[in-house]
């Protein structure tokens, strides 16, 4: 692993202190437990330096022999035997390690041990535990979880439903230079999980995955959204602990867009701290046309649907204080809001429940990530509020000439009746009323992007 400034090689470094002087002092003790309790069955045994073979036959005469002194020697020395099974098969210790640092945070607490703690290794796959051992069977061969892990980067261990996170993977490692290998470990997977062991401690559903250090110790994982309680749980963390500015969530998961009833308890939560919900679209759960990628095609729709779900079933004015981020100029959206609004207005008891849908639409805020053109540009701000037009990207999921790319186009040609002015100028004007944590942030991003910042 490498950081890519001092500071950040300085605050990994400072991480290696933080996760293993815990360790090394649990080492210690109980190292210095073990030499102390070999006293014990060294005393019962009558083994002594210097002994003749007369002094050491008679010592064991006695102490196996039928006397009230070698019943007494032989219950001591079995309790003996029993302290020194610390010293050779003190297995937590060995790889019941758990770590916590500023490289590893969870919302999960450790689970509490069930047996002795030195003793045993009670496998989980909480963040800052160590990578539990399975035997798996890949290409007929029986592997060990451990192995399939890599020594030399990160692992993602994904299950049947983990498609999303593989190619997020592989585009984070392309993107970065961060080597990542993903495997789906699982009943009939790539590794096969033949006695469901892994099933039992991988600690995720069939749409999360954990991320693995090269160390084997367990990064960080995800339940996958559909955990609805536990998502629930991580908002709290993630904003009470971690401090974050908001939250990246897909337009869908298994078919239900987040106006679904399903996902009311985590936007109830978004919406009672007033945070920022940015989605962003992923595959949908139909099967695939193959006219094109589903970034070209299917992306700019699922946005869309999400976005038509939350204000049709009532989401988005119930949740009013969640600030919702609609990625690529808001998809389709621009051009299909006329056909939506007249819709909603045929539903019976709909209209009523949505409200003025234009109004519904244009609360939302959009970002520019991949949208540059006079046509998208031109649609979205027949939409959206001028101050609700933020800059984006889409790093590190697309191809850095994309972005660059898309930036220059943004940056060429002027916003609709500004005058000349162009969608850099009018977003840095929109910096200045966007809400106050937006600002620093996104001005200075829009400032590198059209080069009037370093």
Known sequence: MA???????????????????????????????????????????????????????ANLDELFGDSDRGKQRRRALLAGLQLMDYQFNA???????????????????????QQDRELYFEPDTVPGSHLPHVWVQHDGQQVSTLDVADYAGFTLLTVVGGKAWIEAAKAVATELGVQIKA??????????????????????????????????????????????????NEVA??????????????????????????????????????????????????????????SVLEFPFETMRSATSLIIS??????????????????????????????????PGVAERVGVVNAAFSSFYYDTALSAGPSTISALMQVARPDHVLFGSD???????????????????????????TPIDGMLHGCSVAPYEFRPRCRSTLARASGRGR
């Not at 039992?200 to 367990?218: E, M, N, Q």
């Open 395 to 421: 790093f590190p999921m697309a191809p850095v000439p994309a972005i660059t790319n898309f930036g220059q186009e943004l940056e060429s040609f002027p916003s609709p009746g500004s005058r000349g002015r």
């Open 183 to 232: 495997a789906r470990v699982g009943l009939r997977q790539d590794f096969d999980d033949l006695q469901g062991e892994w099933t039992k401690i991988r600690g995720v559903s069939d749409r999360g995955c954990v991320l693995v250090r090269p160390d084997r110790f367990i990064a960080w994982r995800s339940q996958g959204l559909p955990d609805i309680d536990a998502s629930v």
């Open 91 to 113: 297995h937590g210790v060995e790889l019941g390690q758990r770590y916590r640092s500023s490289v590893i945070r969870s919302a999960v607490p450790f689970p509490k041990f």
């Open 314 to 347: 009532g989401a988005l004015r119930r949740f009013a204080d969640i600030r919702f981020i609609l990625m690529h100029a808001g998809g389709a959206l621009p051009y299909l809001v006329p056909r939506v609004s007249l819709s909603v207005s045929m539903m």
């Open 237 to 294: 963390y993630s904003l009470d602990t971690l401090k974050v500015d908001g939250f990246i969530i897909f337009a869908s998961y298994g078919g239900k867009y987040l106006g679904d009833e399903h996902f009311a308890p985590l936007l109830e939560e978004l919406n009672l701290r007033k945070t920022v919900a940015f989605i962003h679209p992923n595959d949908p759960a139909y099967a695939l046309p193959t006219v094109a990628p589903a």
């Open 3 to 57: 950081a890519s400034s001092t500071a950040g090689r300085h605050s990994l470094l400072d991480s290696y202190s933080e996760e293993r002087q815990p360790v090394g002092r649990q080492l210690i003790d109980r190292a210095m437990k073990s030499h102390n309790e070999i006293e014990p069955w060294s005393q019962a045994a009558g083994l002594r330096p210097g002994m003749s073979k007369d002094d050491a036959r």
